[in-house]
């Protein structure tokens, strides 16, 4: 009797045993980072779309089906694979069709064409969905050419209604900021225009430092400033810690510009929680410390009742919206110009932050493509994902191309400045 | 003026004669067929996760309690088929070792564990084991944790420090539908120890292991198949009212 049971105890757990193997092990993934080089076609369309697979972190609100792209395109890599050259411009068509609808506006797909023929000049492809979604927009303008801008400067300059003027755009760009103007118009609006959100990284740069210090002695120092213009057309972003320099001194509070999350895991919808990026205000004391200035200043804000405009267009990108979108939030700011490029996710190229984000290489040379991608995903502080729409402005001013070439006369600047004296 | 300790005393002889009666109208009977009781303990949950290259991604089970309603008839001497309507606790607890990010999850799950059991020794004192499946379902989860936000410290960028800003969150779990998967099943197993303290009333122990087959997440990636398992090792006390 006893044995029989035993013998029934043993069947028992044999069955478990087998029952046990029943999970599955799921499939190996390769950092992307760390793929390995391929001279396939097919290897290099697998390379990317593991990489966009594991990286991209706009799956949770991106329709394409991405599983269904693996499996329509690659038996079409593996035929490209069996011919002597392909095209650049046929595979450029080709990965436009791939990725062109990605609705990641930061993002940009770099490969080389490995089977180009010997009579191809151009061998790389370059694949960009936010500019793309941007080209496809009905009322696109293409962006103001820094001269015309310069032109418009020294129009108002010459009406006498420019004091205390600086600005730099023919030198070297240092740090990535290509331009910085800044002067006071009618006497009581203090303006600022950098070309990207690479102020504090180049403050090293003597032309940078100048025009910044003009601009910021104006808010801290003169008491006649009762507006402030802000920019950021053309602006494609850059640093988020150029907040310090931007948005900061113009806060009288924390200022909650959007909320963002980023992936905790491999999976493509292993996220983590929304977190709020909240831009402090900067402080006269913390101003002194980054011009290096010798008197030590109080630690009091720097903004007082001014009103505040910021001036947006079609290439205001990344940090440039990021701004607009918590100038959107102050009571006191307006925004101005033409809905936004829609790039509003952070990035870094630190993709140890949450493994997401960019990999392969820039150069081309360990990897034979290179895509960048932002790190995390983000909507604004009323749960609306503006990513490749852009934010819309409180008050949409379009540019008028005409005058401004012909009469140089900016008329969104010229609009935000009657805004302000409430004209 | 009632005294309280009476009552108590009052209710408690009654129940004790309830139970009396119970035992000596069925205590002739060969075998009881019928029991039904009530168990509770404490669970630990070891959570699968492959992490691949995220390697400081850690994680670590994490304890819980479980309670349940067992009810079980038997079918021979040594036989009997078990089902126990158990609520359980699993969960994870994820840190790492790059920057301050945690995370603890704890799940709480509704199972149905159906068990045969196998039962050997004498008429007091009896040594059983459990071997069966179960069906379960995710009824709701609790987050903890800490995460990095884009958010800076402005002095510590001053000071060229990397001022980074993590938030904590202590929140309800939203579910993601096309991602977490509520059904759950799988195997389960266990032994103990059962003693028949009156003729009508035995209690157990019982180390029990629920072993899971289905992953936490749905299959939603056709070419990168990441599933979550979850196995739950239970330490259980009961008390059982044969009829």
Known sequence: ?423 | MKDDSMDKIFSKTCILKFLMLLASTTAFQAQAQWKVGVEAGYDYNFYHIDTHYAYDFRYDGRSGFTVGVPVEYGILDWLAVRADLTYLQKGYKMHRGYNKTFQNRSDQYLSLPMMARFSFGDDKIKGFLHVGGYVGYWLKSHLKGCEISNSFNTDEVLNEEEGKIFYPYDKEYSFNSQRDNRFDAGLVGGVGVCYRVLPQLEVEMEGRCYYGLTSTTKNYMEYSKQPRYNTTIAILAGIKFCF
């Open chain 1, 1 to 423: 009797m006893i044995k029989k049971q035993l013998f029934k105890i043993c069947l028992l757990i044999s069955v478990l045993m087998i029952f046990s193997s029943c999970r599955d092990s799921g499939d190996d993934l390769i950092d992307p980072s760390h793929y390995p080089q391929t001279e396939t076609m097919t290897g290099q369309f697998e390379a990317i779309w593991h990489g966009i697979n594991q990286n991209y972190v706009f799956w949770e609100i991106d329709s394409i089906d991405w599983d269904e792209v693996y499996t329509k395109y690659h038996h079409r890599f593996e035929y490209l694979d069996e011919q002597e050259t392909v095209k650049t411009e046929d595979l450029q068509k080709l990965y436009e069709e791939i990725c062109g609808g990605l609705i990641d506006n930061h993002m940009v797909i770099i490969l080389e064409n490995l089977k180009a023929g010997p009579d191809e000049k151009n061998t790389y492809v370059v694949v960009n969905p936010g500019k793309l979604k941007v080209e496809k927009r009905d009322d696109l303008q293409a962006n103001i050419p820094i001269n015309n801008f310069v032109e418009c400067y020294n129009k108002l300059k010459d009406d006498g209604r420019i004091e205390h003027g600086a600005g730099f755009y023919d030198g070297e760009s240092t740090g990535g900021l290509e331009s910085m103007f800044t002067f006071v118009v009618d006497e009581d609006i203090l303006y600022l225009k950098p070309a990207s959100f690479y102020v504090m990284a180049s403050l090293g740069n003597p032309d940078a430092y100048r025009v910044y210090d003009t601009y910021i002695r104006q808010l801290l120092f003169n008491d006649n400033i009762k507006n402030v213009i802000i920019d950021l057309r053309d602006n494609g972003g850059g640093m988020l810690w150029d907040n310090i320099t931007i948005l900061g001194p113009l806060l009288k509070e924390p200022c909650h510009l959007l909320d963002s999350k980023t992936k905790v895991g491999t999976g493509r919808l292993d996220y983590g929680e929304w977190t709020p990026f909240i831009a402090e205000p900067t402080t006269q004391r913390q101003i002194g410390k980054l011009m290096e200035w010798k008197d030590e200043l109080p630690d009091a804000l720097c903004m007082a009742d001014q009103k505040l405009v910021v001036l947006v267009n079609r290439y205001s990108g990344s940090m440039a919206e990021i701004t607009s979108m918590g100038a959107k939030n102050l009571p006191y700011a307006t925004v101005i110009g033409e809905q936004t490029y829609g790039a509003t996710g952070p990035l870094t190229d630190n993709t140890h932050v949450s493994f997401s984000g960019e990999f392969g290489d820039k150069n081309l040379k360990s990897a034979t493509y290179y895509v960048k991608t932002s790190t995390w995903l983000a909507r604004t502080v009323a749960g609306t994902f503006v990513e490749g729409e852009g934010v819309l402005p409180d008050i949409k001013v379009t540019l008028d191309s005409e005058k401004l070439t012909n009469e140089h006369i900016d008329n969104q600047l010229e609009y935000a400045i009657d805004f302000l004296h409430e004209k």
